[in-house]
């Protein structure tokens, strides 16, 4: 059209900051770095958040849902993470990258053409020299990629069954162990072949799902399960050398290994600590359930821990005092709606787990946080920004008192999905779409 500049603008939007944490589908996905930052994903950026000055730094090499991380024992600065399908047409495929968390130099692409579906999990040798990936195929196939070369220099079938994790055996470089539903698997790599040998549960319960593992300083490796129990494992003989039945009640999501404590987090919202010893319990720390709903995972910072939740958030602070939240995000469910407010340095957003959040942009902490009947799919402020329209995926909306939640109208416009809802420039009529049609109503608030 004529007068209509068509060229790629000069400027670029730059990340500013993340919100939240991917701790619903996810677990064991928080590290502390050398300097002493968290490292975590969220969607497709690798994220660098640092406690002590409040602020984020970025990865962007993906092009699609980061799956799992790992750190490299060897060079604490290094990072690999595998991600989903994508849909650049050089890089779309499933693959693991491997980062300096320092330049953001990407160091290497792994598994390209070669992983399917996407990447479930991923790790380093304990040397450093070789990277371990497992896809989330119907056969869930290992692969070990030599980092030097860039290449898979031995692959091998994983297991049916979903395998959720897998770790290397520390001082070993060539073996490790898998685990995942009804199954640990310990492995020895012999040139280009994989050779597995299955765990033995003998007269223990055998769970469900094998949820978490880590390992001891002896190099022990110590599973937690879908039955809140704890197994400390004999690496050689692959046998249970010491059990903590109900050490949680429902699932173990994370184990963290300091010394002679072992912490866990699990379904019960609780952080607990375990003498490795003999797996005697020593102390609880408690979290709030309505808030955070699990533990799914943890980190050493310091004399601190950082928690990730179920909820998509962090907490941080000594063990068994109160925690600070500091990533907050939302819950279960998509996130679709966002709004400007048009005076204040504000937004809102509202999602599917029924949440209203409104931010402050300046410290990325919630103002208020609101809870509606429905799931949330769009809202928008009045034109002065002292209410906001909320529309939800069953075809209610309602006008919400920004500066207190308070329901001031709500109106069932039919059965289907709102998809976007505004107000009119001077704040007389509200107007909504759902996927087939759109609809205008005067409104009383402005």
């Known amino acids: 059209m004529e007068g209509i500049n068509s060229e790629k603008p000069d400027e670029n939007l730059k990340i500013n900051w993340v919100y939240g944490y991917r701790g619903r589908d996810s677990q064991d996905n928080i590290f502390c770095l050398p300097s002493n930052e968290l490292l975590y994903y969220q969607a497709a950026l690798g994220v660098i958040y640092n406690p002590a000055t409040r602020t984020q730094r970025f990865y962007q090499g993906h092009n699609d849902d980061i799956k799992c991380i790992a750190l490299n024992p060897a060079n604490p600065n290094i990072v690999a993470t595998g991600q989903a399908a994508g849909h650049d047409e050089k890089e779309g495929d499933p693959h693991v990258r491997v980062w300096d968390c320092e330049t953001f130099e990407t160091l290497a692409v792994l598994g390209l053409g070669n992983l399917q579906r996407g990447v479930g999990s991923v790790a380093f040798s304990p040397d450093g020299n070789k990277v371990l990936a497992v896809d989330e195929g119907n056969d869930h196939t290992i692969y070990v990629y030599d980092l030097k070369k860039k290449t898979a220099i031995a692959s091998q079938k994983g297991h049916q069954d979903p395998v959720l994790g897998a770790e290397y055996i520390p001082g070993q470089n060539t073996k490790f162990v898998t685990y995942g539903k009804g199954h640990i698997i310990f492995w020895e790599q012999d040139g280009s072949k994989l050779v597995k040998k299955s765990g033995l549960f003998e007269k223990h319960p055998k769970p469900r799902f094998i949820t978490s593992l880590a390992f001891t300083e002896k190099g022990e490796p110590i599973t937690g399960d879908s039955n809140g129990n704890l197994f400390l494992w004999s690496p050689n003989e692959r046998k249970i050398k010491q059990s903590k039945v109900g050490a949680h009640e429902g699932s173990v999501y994370s184990i963290a290994v300091r ?109 208020h946080v609101f809870k509606v009947e429905k799931p949330a799919q769009a809202c928008c402020f009045s034109p002065c920004g002292s209410v906001l329209a909320v529309a939800s995926t069953t075809g209610e909306w309602y006008v919400l008192d920004s500066s207190d939640g308070s329901v001031l109208s709500s109106y069932k416009s039919g059965p289907e999905q709102i998809d976007a809802i505004s107000y009119s420039q001077m704040g007389a009529a509200l107007q909504w779409d759902h996927t087939t049609t759109s609809c205008t109503c005067s409104s009383a608030v402005t």
């Open 259 to 367: 010394g002679n404590d072992i912490y866990t987090g699990g379904q019960d919202c609780k952080v607990k600590k375990f003498s490795a010893s003999d797996l005697s319990a020593e102390d609880s720390w408690v979290l709030d359930s309505a808030a955070h709903g699990r533990v799914k995972a943890i980190a050493f910072v310091g004399e601190d821990l950082a928690v990730g939740t179920y909820n998509n958030g962090m907490l941080f602070g000594k063990f068994g005092d109160e925690p600070e939240q500091i990533i907050y995000g939302h819950g279960a469910g998509d996130l679709w709606g966002g709004a400007n407010h048009p005076v204040e340095n504000t937004f809102a957003t509202v999602g599917q787990d029924k949440v209203v959040y409104i931010w402050d942009a300046e410290s990325h902490t919630p103002k």
